[in-house]
């Protein structure tokens, strides 16, 4: 079956520019994580949706950040005016039980 | 202080080699110990999941965890070329959420 994929892959934009990143979930999990990968800081937790209740966003840097999560399913994660500082890359996770199923990732490039 | 503290290496060793890799951790709170492997431009794979303390074995992995100390620790048996690699180890608490606290990750290298 399909793992978790992520739109797009790579994505390059100019400072001040906004931003959506996609994730698909593997098909039943009801648990979506968006992480960052940034150099010298590793992976960071950004926000977690569980099925219809409210998401735990208390990992996103800053209220330029938000992410929704459609039907329980398909997730987006949104900057708005985009930093350098914003260059990472955005894994995806999904769960169903213990263990998380990473996406490839999308590699954004702020310039 | 991070949570979490990894030495990041690299870490370079011959085909064959026994590796070694570890992380402490200060939250006492970490009930689930995960070790991560990561090729360059793709996603973390999980390799191995504890819950608690104790040990875990599946084929050349083995991986420790030691509450007392707050130490976990991933071996790897007769490297292999492919084992090249970052390895990352995630924690997570008893909620229900499980957001994974990483450490920075350690790169390895299995020479041929």
């Excluded at chain 1, 968006?34 to 735990?56: M, T």
């Excluded at chain 1, 999560?69 to 996770?93: F, K």
Aim: net charge neutral.
């Amino acid at each position: 079956g399909a793992g978790v994929s992520q739109s797009p892959s790579n994505k390059v934009t100019e400072k001040g520019k906004d931003v959506e990143l996609r994730c698909d979930p593997i098909s039943g999990h009801t648990a979506l994580y968006w992480y960052r990968q940034s150099l010298g800081q590793g992976l960071e937790f950004l926000i977690y949706f569980q099925g219809n209740s409210a998401p735990d966003k208390s990992g996103l840097p800053s209220d330029r950040f938000s992410a929704e999560r459609t039907g329980g399913s398909v997730s987006t994660l949104t900057i708005q005016r985009t930093q350098q500082e914003d260059s990472a890359v955005y894994l995806c996770a999904s769960r169903q039980g213990g263990e998380q199923f990473f996406g490839p990732g999308t590699r954004l490039t702020v310039l | 202080q991070k949570e979490v503290e990894q030495d990041p290496g690299p870490l370079s060793v011959p085909e064959g080699a026994i590796v070694s890799l570890n992380c402490t951790y200060s939250n006492s709170a970490f009930q689930y110990f995960m070790w991560y492997r990561q090729y360059s431009r793709k996603g973390p794979e999980l390799l191995m999941y504890t819950y608690s303390s104790g040990n875990k074995e599946d084929g050349r992995f083995t991986a420790q965890v030691d509450k007392s100390s707050k130490y976990i620790s991933l071996f790897i048996r007769d490297s292999q070329p492919s084992d090249s690699a970052t390895y990352l180890c995630a924690l997570a608490n008893a909620g229900n959420n499980r957001k994974l606290i990483w450490g920075l990750g350690t790169s390895l290298a299995v020479n041929p």
